[in-house]
Each structure stands twice: as structure tokens, then as C-alpha cells.
């Protein structure tokens, strides 16, 4: 299992969401994530501060999925990269392991 963190632009959450899932109906898989909005910061492209000089905000996902989508997320972010130069997306892959209370 793996934990995908995407730090996105409000501009294109709901083209990354749309695409997301498109991608988990085609595996045949439950499109599951948890949403954080209003999250500040700076990357490779403008800030995202929320405030007067820098007014958009960022949107983070987290999802926890199969180590074989991986590549279907990467895809998606391509895909962001091309259609909307100049919007930030970035994402960071680690390991996971859910814990159970069996």
C-alpha cells in the first residue's frame, strides 16, 4: 500500500477529482481520499497564501492505494502539468501500512 500526497491549485481540484475517479472506476476499485482545503504554500510555481499579494490557496489529497495505481495518479498529474501550465500540482509517494484492530 502506498500513501499519495498531492499538493494541487483550487484551480484544478475538481480536474484532478474528475480524472481520480474516472482512473478508480476503470481499475474497478473504491475512490476513496481525504481532502484538506485552504492549505498555504510555496512550490515550483506562484505562492499560494490566501492573502492579498498571493490570494489562491492550495487544495492537499491524501489517498491510500495499491502500489500498481501509482502510475495512473502520475498519469493524471501529467496530464494537470500540460493542460494548465503554470498551476501547481506535486505529488509525493511513501509507504504505508494500515493498521487493524483484529
Known amino acids: 500500500m502506498k500513501r499519495v500526497e498531492i499538493f494541487i491549485s483550487q484551480a484544478i481540484e475538481t480536474d484532478f477529482l474528475q480524472m481520480y475517479e474516472r482512473e478508480c472506476r476503470r481499475a474497478g476499485i473504491k475512490c476513496k481520499y481525504t481532502k484538506l482545503d485552504g ?7 506562484d505562492p499560494r497564501l490566501g492573502d492579498a499579494i498571493w490570494p489562491q490557496l492550495n487544495v492537499m489529497f491524501i489517498l491510500f492505494v495499491e ?3 501509482v ?5 493524471i498529474l501529467k496530464i494537470l502539468h500540460n493542460n494548465f501550465i503554470g498551476e501547481g500540482a506535486a505529488a509525493f ?5 494500515e493498521l487493524r484492530d483484529e
Open 39 to 45: 492549505v498555504k504554500g510555496a512550490g515550483n510555481t
Open 67 to 69: 502500489a500498481d495505481f
Open 71 to 75: 502510475s495512473r495518479i502520475e498519469q
Open 93 to 97: 509517494v511513501s509507504d504505508a501500512l
